[in-house]
Structures are given as C-alpha cells and as structure tokens.
C-alpha cells in the first residue's frame, strides 16, 4: 500500500516522474486532482485553492487578463475580432500588463486558512488510507510526514533546465518561462512558510532528493520505484 | 484547418441517429459499453428510453439548467455526434462528454472542432472555471485529443471504470480558464501550419 508523495518546483519534471512511478508500480496519479477534490469538500471552484497555493500574481494570469480587458476594450470601441485573441492586443505596450493587474482577480473567492488546510488534510489522509499513490506536490508531505509507507521525494533541477520544460510544455518564450519559473517558485515557497513554516528545498523533510539537472527522468522514476519497494518489503 | 462544426439543440431525429450509432458495437465499444440488459449504455440520458417517453421526458433531459446537451452538426449540414456539458455550479465546473457517432468521421478532427466548440460555450457565455473529462485506458485516440486540445492530466485512477463486466483505468484531465486562451491560439496555429 506506498504512498509516494513528489515535490519539486515547476519544470523540474515531478509530474512525468510522477506518471513514469504511477505506471511502473501500478499506482493511483493524482496531481491537480488533489485540488479538485479538496474544492468539492469545501464547494468552491478549484480556483480559490490554486489561488492559496500560487498567490503571487501569475504572468499566465495577468496576461489572461490582459486580453480579457482588451477584449471588453475591443467590444466597447466596436473592433471586432476572433474571441480571445481580437485585434488591438498588438496595439499596448508590454507595460500595460502591470497596469492591468490587481489583487486577486479570476474565480478566486475568499477562503480562510483554516478551512483550506482542512479539505487539503482530509484529501491527504483519504489518499492516504486508500493507498497504492503517487501524489504531487500540494505540502502532501509535511501532511503526511510522518504517516506510515510513505515516501517522501524531493526534486531539484537548476533554473535552465526549468526554464526549457515551461518553453517545451507551455510553448512559453525564454523570457516569460524564466518569469513563470521565478514567480511560481516564489509562490511555493510561500505557501509552504506559510502553512507549513519550511522551505520547501530542505533536504530534511524527504527520504531523499534528486537533483533532475544531473538525472534524466527515466533513472529518477527507476531509483524512485526501488526505494519504494522498502516500503512494501 | 480543423473541420468547421456547429453545436445545435437536438431535435428526435438526432437522437434516433444516436440510439443506431450505439447500437453499433464499434461505437459503443470506445464508449460506455452495453448494460446487464445488452442494451448500449450512454451518459445521462438513453435515447431510447427519451424517444419513447413523452414530453416531460424530453423536457427533463434536455432542457436542464445543469446539464446542456449539443447536437454535433458537420459543416455540410449533416449530424455526425453530440456533446454534453454537465455542470457544477456551485464549483463552476463542467465534465464534458463527446461522441462522435459517424465512424467515417473518425481521426479527421471532428472530435477536436467540436471540443472546442463546447469549450468555447464552457468558458465563454457559461463562464465556467473549468472543464474536466474522464477517459478510460481504452479510448487511446480520446485521451490524445484531448491533451492535445490542451487538458492537463490531473490525476490517473485504477480500475475505476466499469464497462462490459470489466475494470479500466481512467484519466482525469482537466482544463482552466486562464489556461484555454493561451492553449486555444496555440492549436489554432498549428491547425494553419
């Protein structure tokens, strides 16, 4: 019955891992659907939970918003164009994303922190009990730090490497997958002072670390798949 | 180019269509299966039993505030599949269901157009937060459309679908608002590429 938790920042490859894991020891996957679901106990949209994990504001975000208003912008001064990406985006300077932004935004309502980390525990611990689970991220290991054949897996990978999976997997240029990168592991480190009061690069809290700049993601998978198996044994 | 298609409200003779596309075993073999009674299985509703039924029937199937359900049209005017958004509201969220019925229509991107199409209607004038689908291991070709529409594995289930008197994996994958924009423009430029 392993539970397999994966943490590292984005773009180091937790989730292929994760999946290569999941696949190999015949395991559950469960990545945002570990926010889904902690949605459903407190019915709200899974945005209010991705907002308490990623609370600095993300260039995704803001450039979302960005056309949103052009968009209205666009409507309002007759232009029209294919929804999303109508024509006058060309027309603004990059600064006005700043301008544009604001606190909070979205489908992101008020939840309070204790409610949060409740539905965050129920769905560790439910996970948990039901076995057989590779989860990523989402402090699932500081809640279930020190919960019974559980292994605890920590990523590392240096910021170029990051940097070229966000550009592969999210099509992103070099300059904005470096600011996804930077601006998202910030938000992680947050989160984790913040709930957990720990950073999320200490060594202590896993069973072990690899360091996906010096391993490629099969070798990982593999050496995560055979410690696991002290769980079983 | 992706195929153009329209997404309309379906009148008897589409779901007539539907009751014959899953009576075919080729088609409700990548779908839900058939039931204890053999009858095709479908989600939601069984075209059958709504043909036969009166007008409450068809009124309660179709005319649901939480659950909207398209007839899938082909650019030449012909009915090829159906779509359905069922919703969540108090979770913005919908699971959205897609068959394309016409076999011959298969692997030409009819599936593609008209996910976008619900996608589209999701993130658009429904302003929903998210779209999640849920697709067993054995419909390979569905899971692919879907990543490449831009849905996000969200998490890989053993054994949880039920079909024909056997246990599948299924994936749920998932797609954001703030994700679509940005996914949306990119599978538009490879389309003209």
């Known amino acids: 019955m392993p539970v397999i938790t994966i943490n590292g920042p984005i773009g180091c490859g937790a989730v292929t891992i994760g999946q290569m894991v999941a696949e190999q020891l015949q395991l559950n996957f469960v990545d945002r659907l570990f926010f889904t679901e902690a949605a459903r106990i407190v019915g709200t949209p899974v945005g209010t939970l991705i907002a308490k994990e990623q609370r600095v504001d993300r260039f995704r975000d803001r450039l979302g918003r960005f056309v949103q208003t052009m968009l209205e912008r666009s409507a309002m001064s007759g232009v029209s164009g294919e929804p999303y990406f109508g024509r006058g985006i060309e027309n603004l300077p990059p600064e006005t994303y700043m301008d544009l932004t604001g606190e909070g935004g979205g489908v992101a309502q008020k939840l309070d922190d204790k409610t949060f980390i409740e539905a965050m525990n129920k769905v560790a611990h439910d996970l948990h009990a039901q076995g057989d689970a590779v989860i990523i991220g989402r402090g699932a290991n500081h809640i279930l730090a020190n919960a019974a054949h559980t292994l605890h897996v920590g990523l590392l990978a240096p910021m170029e490497v990051r940097v070229k999976t966000l550009m592969d997997r999210e099509h992103f240029e070099e300059e904005e997958a470096r600011i996804h990168v930077e601006e998202l592991e910030r938000a992680r480190e947050d989160f984790l002072l913040k709930f957990w009061k720990v950073h999320p690069s200490e060594a202590s809290h896993y069973h072990m670390m690899l360091n996906m700049g010096k391993m490629n993601t099969k070798t990982a998978a593999e050496v995560i798949a055979h410690a696991a198996g002290d769980l079983t044994s | ?193």
């Open chain 2, 1 to 193: 180019m992706f195929p153009e298609v329209t997404l309309v409200t379906p009148t008897r003779d589409d779901i007539q269509r539907m009751a014959d596309w899953l009576s075919d075993t080729e088609v409700n073999t990548v779908w839900y299966g058939v039931g204890t009674d053999g009858k095709p299985l479908h989600t939601s509703y069984l075209p059958e039993a709504v043909l036969a039924g009166g007008e409450s029937e068809w009124d309660h199937v179709f005319n649901d505030d939480n659950r909207t359900i398209y007839s899938v049209y082909s650019e030449a005017g012909e009915h090829i599949g159906e779509g359905q958004l069922a919703v969540e509201w108090p979770l913005l969220e919908a699971r959205a269901d897609l068959l394309i019925g016409r076999k011959d229509l298969w692997h030409h991107h009819y599936g593609t157009s008209a996910l976008i199409g619900l996608l589209d209607h999701a993130f658009g004038p429904l302003g929903l937060h998210r779209v999640w689908v849920d697709v067993p291991e054995y419909n390979e070709p569905g899971l692919q459309m879907c990543q490449h529409v831009g849905f996000v594995m969200e998490g890989h289930m053993r054994k949880t679908h039920h079909k024909n008197n056997e246990w599948f994996d299924s994936s749920v994958l998932g797609l954001l608002s703030e994700e679509y924009p940005r996914r949306r423009a990119k599978l538009m430029e490879t389309a003209v590429t």
